[in-house]
């Protein structure tokens, strides 16, 4: 269901109080039309994205809320323009379900990670690639954003999680990778250019394969997705700019 577009006959209003429970509703919540609301069915929906009581919503399913052990489920449905991650869907219905143990199945995600350089002695540059345990194929580190993080600061961590390496970030270098996870799930990443003057690396050896230093043309020849080339390309463009 998710990217379906749907429509809400909201039944709970915002800033609306729930006598069960005790809490004043942080959004609109309601039934969507033709799905019957039963047990081990969709309960219904919160609606993000709008900040004022309304009757009705047409908007997107962006997001499936699997609560009390798989037995009930409740939707989350937003405008078509916007865009929440799992960590915005968390803190928006932490009012209701909070009190609930729950897994969160996402239309979107987000990335940060980074092009890693270093210079040798001989001032040449090195890229650093990585191959992931899961996909198996070769590209930068990077990995999704904590609750509370910045873009950059999740790139740094990311870098240190499964390479070992301290990074300097050049923050003014960002470039953002798009595309569908298995014709489902919408991901974006965001990658920065970084340095470090550090060879060695310890792998994050649960989820890491493989890690190696490459020319820019061998790294070209590994990469296995045109975008991480592209960014490549753009990164070896900058600092030839900028004289690094």
């Not at 997001?63 to 916007?82: C, D, E, L, Q, Y």
């Not at 470039?175 to 994050?204: C, H, N, P």
């Not at 649960?206 to 080339?229: H, R, S, V």
């Amino acid at each position: 269901m998710l990217g379906k577009f749907v429509k809400v006959r909201v039944t709970s209003p915002i800033n609306s109080f729930n006598k069960r429970f005790g809490y004043k509703y942080k959004l609109n919540y309601g039934i969507i039309d033709g799905y019957k609301t039963m047990k081990n069915t969709v309960q219904g929906a919160y609606i993000m994205g709008i900040n004022h009581p309304v009757r009705n919503f047409d908007g997107r399913v962006i997001a499936s809320i699997k609560r009390f052990g798989g037995k009930s489920m409740v939707w989350v449905v937003a405008p078509k323009s916007t865009r929440y991650i799992v960590n915005d869907i968390k803190q928006a219905i932490d009012f209701a379900e909070g009190r609930n143990k729950y897994t969160i199945e996402c239309l979107y995600e987000s990335s940060c990670g980074a092009v890693v350089f270093r210079k040798t002695p001989e001032n040449d540059i090195r890229y650093l690639l990585i191959r992931n345990k899961r996909s198996a194929h070769w590209g930068f580190p990077k990995g999704h954003i904590e609750p509370g993080e910045s873009k950059i600061d999740t790139a740094i961590r990311e870098v240190m999680e499964e390479t070992g390496l301290k990074i300097n970030i050049y923050p003014d270098f960002c470039e953002f990778s798009e595309y569908t996870i298995q014709g489902r799930i919408e991901k974006a990443v965001a990658i920065f250019l970084a340095e470090t003057t550090q060879l060695d690396y310890t792998l994050q050896v649960e989820e890491i394969e493989e890690c190696g230093w490459f020319t820019f043309e061998d790294a070209m020849q590994t990469l296995n997705y045109e975008n991480d080339k592209r960014i490549l390309i753009k990164a070896k463009r900058y600092l030839l700019e900028n004289h690094i």
